[in-house]
């Protein structure tokens, strides 16, 4: 630790707020140079071995690391410095390490991203581009200790098979415990996919008429000349094909909760009808005479601007103040401060279980384009996403050619020339792979290479030879 000292009394002191960072070599001089570059970014520790480096880990624990793998007492062999990274893993499951090796040592690099390094890089390093990679290993680093925090304090981030740990979700959840409790009318407003549906299922669960049932009905599935028959029920005979009694959704709801998804889409006619039923908890099936007494909660969703609609005449004022005594918002999911990758973690696990898959995480380049996409479709589409990934990745990891997230699909400025170049290679040699049956030589001559050009592109790009 000479050499920490000697330089501290040189270099200006950072900010005590600047991130740590280790750096780990067992030549002096390649320490001494890298901490002149960082020092000014960040508080840089230095080691020279395994030993002082754990010591640092215990003490200070940085959230990055660069490891040099070739360290006393045989710096000319990795042993030491794989086990240094596996040391480091298990004293802090979120550190990020990222291998610094020569060009010659690429098998290493890639053994040590296999077993949970961050990234390598070649020696000798270029100062620019470990800066980049330096701010995104403390970049994800940060959003999954924050998260990791979050779910512990509220039960593993999940409430009610809901996932969120970012304040726009922690409203939400505040917000669905409150009302519970009561039998006040709630609309649920937010994009397709936001999770309108599990939020009127959570406030059921919750709820004194939680041992009651669940009906859901979307509004906008059904056709109208269907629709009425589907809420309010019809007696036998009331039109043709009516051949027995039918009890309606809002009869089935009785003692528990009604769900009706899509309620803008509900024609003027049966608002009236609908609104009739809030204000006196009684119902006519169709075809009928009997006044039938129900006690239902209602909560309604929708993605349509209802106040919007009431301008426009399509949507009555005295139903949406009914029907919305209590108002949720949704927020769309690139809101929802720092949820993306703990529901996209939590989803990966989920479909890796159910199709047996050893899938160990996302690609550096993933978990890029899964930051920069925009969502359209909410929490829905990174669901259906990671999913089908799961179902078509090639390797250990999943890519954003296997999310089906090219370069095309993602913010330009997020992806520099190489990781958009790199993530369309994958693509169309994955394209190709499928299109021959896995048939290397003809892949090869579909994309005009050789086919040791395509094996070497394949190995770089972790696509397993089949």
């Not at 098998?107 to 270029?126: C, I, M, Q």
């Not at 701010?135 to 009610?160: M, N, T, V």
């Not at 899509?262 to 009236?272: A, K, P, R, T």
């Not at 994955?430 to 299109?435: G, S």
Request: hydrophobic letters at 40%; charged letters at 30%; proline letters at 4%.
């Amino acid at each position: 630790m000479e050499d920490q000292t000697s330089l501290n009394a040189l270099h200006p002191a950072p900010s005590p707020l600047h991130p740590k960072l280790l750096i780990v070599d067992d030549e002096e001089d390649i320490r001494t140079q890298m901490k002149w570059a960082l020092a000014q970014d960040y508080q840089v520790f230095l080691a020279g071995d395994r030993g002082s480096a754990m010591e640092i880990v215990g003490k200070e624990q940085p959230p990055v690391v660069t490891l040099d793998l070739g360290l006393p007492p045989r710096p000319a062999h990795v042993e030491e410095g794989f086990a240094a990274l596996a040391e480091m893993l298990s004293a802090d499951s979120f550190i990020k390490v990222i291998i610094i090796t020569g060009r010659g040592e690429k098998e290493h690099a890639l053994k040590a991203v296999g077993e949970g390094a961050y990234d390598f890089l070649y020696k000798p390093v270029e100062i620019d581009e470990l800066k980049v990679v330096l701010k995104r290993a403390f970049y994800i680093a940060s959003l999954e200790r924050e998260h990791h925090f979050l779910q512990r304090q509220i039960g593993e981030g999940d409430f009610q098979g809901m996932l969120g740990g970012s304040p726009q979700m922690q409203e939400v959840f505040s917000i669905v415990r409150k009302v519970a409790t009561s039998d006040a009318s709630v609309l649920v407003v937010g994009e397709s996919g936001t999770g309108k549906e599990l939020v009127a299922q959570a406030i059921h669960r919750l709820s004194p008429r939680k041992e009651g049932p669940f009906v859901v009905i979307n509004c906008g599935a059904i056709p109208e000349t269907l629709l009425e028959s589907e809420l309010f029920g019809h007696e036998k005979g009331a039109f043709t094909g009516a051949h027995i009694q039918r009890k309606g959704r809002i009869e089935a709801a009785r003692g528990g909760t009604l769900f009706l998804d899509e309620i803008g889409e509900l024609s003027l006619g049966l608002q009236v009808k609908l609104l009739r039923y809030l204000q006196e908890q009684m119902i006519e099936r169709i075809g009928g005479r009997e006044q039938i007494r129900v006690d239902a909660r209602v909560i309604t969703a929708t993605n349509r601007d209802l106040k919007q609609a009431m301008k426009a005449g399509a949507f009555r004022e005295d139903l949406y103040f009914r029907l919305a005594v209590v108002s949720i918002p949704m927020p769309l999911l690139r809101e929802r401060e720092g949820d993306i990758f703990m529901l996209a973690k939590a989803f990966l696990n989920r479909y890796a279980e159910e199709a047996k898959r050893r899938i160990t995480g996302f690609t550096n380049q993933a978990m890029r384009a899964i930051e920069s996409y925009s969502w359209p479709g909410n929490v829905r589409e990174l669901e259906n996403r990671i999913k089908r990934a799961v179902i078509m990745a090639e390797g250990n990891k999943i890519s954003p050619a296997d999310l089906e997230l090219g370069m095309h699909h993602a913010r330009d400025e997020f992806l520099n020339l190489k990781e958009a170049r790199e993530a369309m290679e994958k693509e169309m040699i994955l394209k190709a792979l499928t299109k021959t049956k896995d048939n290397v030589t003809r892949a090869a001559e579909a994309l005009g290479i050789s086919r040791p050009t395509l094996y070497e592109m394949m190995e770089k790009l972790g696509i397993e030879r089949k």
